[in-house]
Nanobody
Framework: QLQLVESGGGQVEPGRSLRLSCAASGINFDAYAIAWFRQAPGNDREGVSCISSRGEGSTFYTDSVKGRFIISRDDAENTAYLQISSLKVEDTGVYFC?????????????????WGQGAQVIVSS
């Protein structure tokens, strides 16, 4: 069974950068699409970025993060990443990675069967 563990969260100042990692254990990581979701305090969880499985390779971003977030994956290391630049206070939240056995990813939650525990990101001066 696929298990996901996020790391790389923390408290950072606005304008700085950080990289979140999502380490997977299990089989056939490259066959899974990976998505990052964010849950800000008091808000519903939202999809911010996703990357399709190895064979498809497409990436998607929600509008609020375009140009600042970059999603990537290293299938040899069974790890996905979310590079976040120019952090804003509104990026604060718990970031979850999720895996779904689908070729083309989406930013909705339904296709994703496996979820990590989340990594807290606090953007504050």
């Amino acid at each position: 069974q696929l298990q996901l563990v996020e790391s790389g969260g923390g408290q950072v100042e606005p304008g700085r950068s950080l990289r979140l990692s999502c380490a997977a254990s299990g089989i056939n990581f490259d066959a899974y699409a990976i998505a990052w979701f964010r849950q800000a305090p008091g808000n519903d969880r939202e999809g911010v970025s996703c990357i399709s499985s190895r064979g498809e390779g497409s990436t998607f971003y929600t509008d609020s993060v375009k140009g600042r977030f970059i999603i990537s994956r290293d299938d040899a290391e069974n790890t996905a990443y979310l590079q976040i630049s120019s952090l804003k206070v509104e990026d604060t939240g718990v970031y979850f990675c999720a895996a779904g056995f689908i070729a083309r990813c989406s930013l909705g939650e339904r296709p994703y069967d496996y979820w990590g525990q989340g990594a807290q990101v606090i953007v504050s001066s």
